[in-house]
Antibody, heavy 119, light 109 residues
Framework: QVQLVQSGAEVKKPGASVKVSCKAS????????ISWVRQAPGQGLEWMGW????????NYAQKLQGRVTMTTDTSTSTAYMELRSLRSDDTAVYYC????????????WGQGTLVTVSS | QTVVTQEPSLTVSPGGTVTLTCASS?????????PNWFQQKPGQAPRALIY???NKHSWTPARFSGSLLGGKAALTLSGVQPEDEAEYYC?????????FGTGTKVTVL
């Protein structure tokens, strides 16, 4: 079955960077994309962007442009999301999700990774 | 900045029917926005229910259905079960980028 297993919780100081991984199994990695979604404590879902595992094309949410980078390693079927210049309002659970580009659909979700930004 | 708006909360009786809607600040929602719907229970990751307006995933219970209604995307729950109590989010596609709705808390009472 499809599984997306994310890396463990992180605690970072303001201004630092964090890199979250998402290891996929149970499907052909390069036939789908990976979206990243975050959820601040007690808040709703926020779409951060997505990456094609086929060719590495990316599309980021405008508010995160310049601070976020999404990459994939097809040799290990792993996707990564790096967020730089962390602020306290970046504290959230970060999810990866398997996506189909056409039609635009999110299918399966990782278990989530809590990133806490605190001095 | 594009805003996608949902009802903050709805209450339904067991066995009843409830319809959630999803509106875009840019205008009427059409099939070209590829509406997706998700269910999220406390402490859990979201679960996909509907894609491309009305298509169900293999795991989606038959009582969930998606449609377009009055310029909005809609999710209807028919024959509501106690386990349907959850937060529901829509997701709309804006030519490469996506925006989630504000979420609807459904209470089964």
């Amino acid at each position: 079955q499809v599984q997306l297993v994310q890396s463990g919780a992180e605690v970072k100081k303001p201004g630092a960077s964090v890199k979250v991984s998402c290891k996929a199994s149970g499907y052909t990695f390069t036939s789908y994309g990976i979206s990243w979604v975050r959820q601040a404590p007690g808040q709703g879902l926020e779409w951060m962007g997505w990456i094609s595992a086929y060719n590495g094309n990316t599309n980021y949410a405008q508010k995160l442009q310049g601070r976020v980078t999404m990459t994939t390693d097809t040799s290990t079927s792993t996707a990564y999301m790096e967020l730089r210049s962390l602020r306290s309002d970046d504290t959230a659970v970060y999810y990866c999700a398997r996506v189909v580009v056409v039609p635009a659909a999110i299918l399966d979700w990782g278990q989530g990774t809590l990133v806490t930004v605190s001095s | 900045q594009t805003v996608v708006t949902q009802e903050p909360s709805l209450t339904v009786s067991p066995g009843g029917t409830v319809t959630l809607t999803c509106a875009s600040s840019t205008g009427a929602v059409t099939s070209g926005y590829y509406p997706n719907w998700f269910q999220q229970k406390p402490g859990q990751a979201p679960r996909a229910l509907i894609y491309s307006t009305s298509n169900k995933h293999s795991w989606t219970p038959a009582r969930f259905s998606g449609s377009l209604l009055g310029g909005k995307a809609a999710l209807t729950l028919s024959g509501v079960q106690p386990e349907d109590e959850a937060e529901y989010y829509c997701l709309l596609y804006y030519g490469g980028a996506h925006v989630f709705g504000t979420g609807t808390k459904v209470t089964v009472l």
